[in-house]
């Protein structure tokens, strides 16, 4: 008699997707990637983080057909998301077209796109947030634009009067919210909390290099842009830590509450440490974000849980596993 065989792990060949199939390989899972027609070469390119299969697609709208879906459940797949598969498919879509396992709680999507939901999860969580503008007649300082979605930061923009904002936002009918700007030092702390051992993980830490903003000093000359085109490691000194887990904590308590079971699975707080040393939380990411991508085989801290490399990937698709093996994948996936 043969051993059953293990879901499938799948992802759009994008984002974190390298570190996905890497570490579900390294975990013995197979893997199958959703691919547009010019990546193709670069995904089979790399031995070891390759998907086994690859479902090649001209419009990623295509995932949300019956026969498309049919083709994922037949293969035991179980979708993680990650920022560019919330962009692509939409997060809407995915709560309601969307009919084959997610990994984690596809409901935290709704309460992280949504930035009036997100600011009431922060706050019943009791974790300090900046100060939201009304309207732009409130602006008394420099405030950043944002707007709702994974884009990566395209499209926010600083200012710092009425005026100002008027000038910049060009007649958008995108959903924006204005918000304090914070001085500090930006930390993404890398989060995993597991359903089944009721434990929370720090998993690595980094910051991002956002377009131009990071180097404007230099000039001080054109628009600055906060698009994310990369990511830093970084760890942080050993006495904030308290804070950054006890954040987390606070985060996860919160979720159960308002939607749950609450998050499960990664998940990322993306933070300014101000010269006070006190963190403030100006967005959730409820998924794996790309900066987990600088630690494939093991960050500072997961080799203080683990006495293998444990990236997010590979912690993803042991989950899975342990989830599999104890008759408990309705405890992962939704």
Request: hydrophobic share 30%; with cysteine.
């Amino acid at each position: 008699m043969s051993a059953k065989k293990h879901p499938t792990v799948g992802t759009i060949c994008s984002h974190s997707a390298l570190q996905l199939f890497h570490g579900a390989r390294t975990e013995g899972l197979s893997t199958l990637g959703i691919c547009a027609p010019d990546r193709v070469d670069l995904y089979e390119s790399f031995p070891r983080a390759r998907p086994d299969e690859l479902l090649v697609v001209d419009d990623y709208g295509d995932i949300l057909s019956e026969e498309f879906q049919s083709r994922l459940r037949e293969k035991n797949v179980i979708i993680v998301p990650h920022g560019s598969f919330v962009e692509y498919v939409g997060a809407e879509p995915l709560l309601s077209d969307f009919h084959v396992p997610i990994f984690g709680n596809k409901y935290t999507l709704k309460w992280e796109s949504d930035r009036e939901k997100e600011r009431e999860w922060l706050d019943l969580a009791g974790i300090k947030v900046p100060r939201n503008y009304n309207s732009p007649t409130d602006i008394d300082g420099t405030t950043i634009v944002k707007f709702s979605g994974a884009k990566g930061g395209e499209g926010f923009f600083l200012v710092d009067s009425e005026e100002d904002f008027h000038e910049k936002i060009e007649d958008s009918d995108d959903d924006y919210t204005i918000q304090e700007w914070i001085e500090g030092t930006r930390y993404y702390p890398h989060y995993y909390y597991s359903p089944i051992d009721e434990r929370l993980e720090i998993l690595g830490i980094d910051r991002r290099d956002e377009s131009n903003i990071d180097e404007y000093y230099r000039a001080g000359k054109g628009e600055k842009s906060f698009v994310v085109v990369g990511n830093k490691p970084l760890v942080a000194r050993e006495s904030l830590l308290p804070q950054l887990y006890e954040m987390g904590k606070k985060l996860v308590g919160a979720s159960k509450e308002l939607f749950g079971p609450g998050i499960f699975g990664p998940f990322c707080l993306e933070t300014i440490c101000t010269d006070g040393l006190e963190f403030v939380t100006f967005e959730v990411s409820g998924r794996i974000v790309a900066g987990t991508n600088l630690y494939p085989e093991g960050s500072p801290y997961s080799t203080y849980y683990y006495d293998e490399p444990m990236s997010t990937g590979r912690r993803i698709a042991r989950e899975i596993i342990q989830a599999d093996e104890s008759g408990e994948i309705s405890q992962i996936t939704t």
